[in-house]
């Protein structure tokens, strides 16, 4: 683990309050950035520990345990919050509300305050109360219904795609809110995060070729009438192709033999179906066409680029072997780091919670 100083974030301390993924992944975000991370966990600890997911969702984080049932637990975490300029959570509002963690109580106790408040639906509207995750907001935000074969279901993406896309965009708003804070002389605010409006984003593509009535639908791996799908090589590998520019579209189906006016698709399906794995990324990188091996994870672990950039992490969690994204993106003067791996349940308690008067003296001051 690196340790470079100093570090971007360094001197903002968040609390990461949340649970499951895509909230605790933004404060892993933020940590991997310098800032001071402290993961509140209940007394029985945080519920992807002893999972493979414990090596990204508790790195670069203190471990503190609260009990947020218990209206002491509840106090500790307002006075934690006046030594805080972060708070992430992912609690239903009803419930903050009636343990007196809402939004009005915790900037009473510090104006100064980010609260990151993020849900599936987002926190008005008349979905505002029902529960969701990223899968539901793939599904609701219109994902799902692009994805898989015209005539097939359907699909759910197979990894956790709106839970990533969610964090990502709560980490830049809190970026954006400490920015507007400590730059441009703003205040404290609440980032409203939606789990299905990153989602929105992520299908401004299809969004842009809508027309009244006539919504797009399921493609498989294509994007319109382009040449972009997943093709067999002819050793049975796969490749993904883009042939996105009308310079690249006309070379590769120049390439392939396809005739004029006709869908190049299944030329260039053919083409592939023909020659090996390495003959194709060959010809077309010769070529300067868009082109990538379809790779599985233990493909990218023995991967040049990813081993020169450092992409992945091959480590051990919690007495596991485990593989671990590297921080991104990639800042040349100060980038980010892994510097632990997830602390031991309750781990920083001393240190945190026994410092506590001290640390709101000098927030205050």
Partial sequence: MTNIKPLPLEGVR?????????????????????????????????GFRGTGMWGLVGRNKKSVTLDLRSPDGCENLLRLVETADVVVQN????????????????????????????????QDGPYAGRPGSGTIGEGFGGLTALTGRPNDVPMLSSVALGDAIGAMSAAMGTMAALYWRD???????????????????AISGACAQWSPGNSPGRLGGRLGSGIRNSYRTGDGEHV???????????????????????????????????????????????????????????????????????????????????????????????????????????????????GLEQAIARAAS
Avoid at 31 to 37: R, S, T, W
Avoid at 94 to 113: F, I, K, Q, T, Y
Avoid at 183 to 201: A, C, F, H, W
Avoid at 252 to 269: S, Y
Wanted: glycine share 8%.
């Fill in 183 to 201: 730059v441009r002389g703003g205040t404290g605010q609440e980032i409203d995060v939606s789990l299905y409006e990153p989602i929105l984003m």
């Fill in 91 to 122: 609690f239903p509002r009803e419930v903050l509300e009636r343990r007196g963690l809402g939004w009005d109580a915790m900037s009473a106790r510090n104006p100064r305050l980010i609260m990151v408040s993020v849900s599936c639906f987002g």
């Fill in 14 to 46: 968040v609390l990461d309050i949340a649970s499951l993924y895509a909230a605790p992944f933004a404060a892993t975000l933020l940590g991997d950035f310098g800032a001071e991370v402290i993961k509140v966990e209940p007394p029985e600890g945080d």
């Fill in 240 to 354: 993904v192709i883009s042939a996105s520019t009308q310079r690249h579209a006309a070379d590769m189906a120049a390439l392939v033999g396809a005739e004029p006016d006709t869908d190049p698709d299944a030329a260039v399906a053919r083409w592939i179906a023909r020659h090996t794995l390495a003959e194709v990324l060959d010809i077309l990188t010769a070529r300067r066409l868009p082109v990538a091996t379809v790779n599985h994870i233990d493909d990218l672990l023995s991967d040049p680029q990813v081993i020169a950039r450092g992409s992945l992490i091959r480590t051990e969690v919690e007495g596991r072997p485990a593989v671990i994204p590297s921080p991104q993106p990639k800042l040349s003067k100060s980038p980010g780091t892994i510097r632990t791996l997830g602390a031991a349940l309750g781990a920083h308690n001393a240190e945190v919670l026994g």
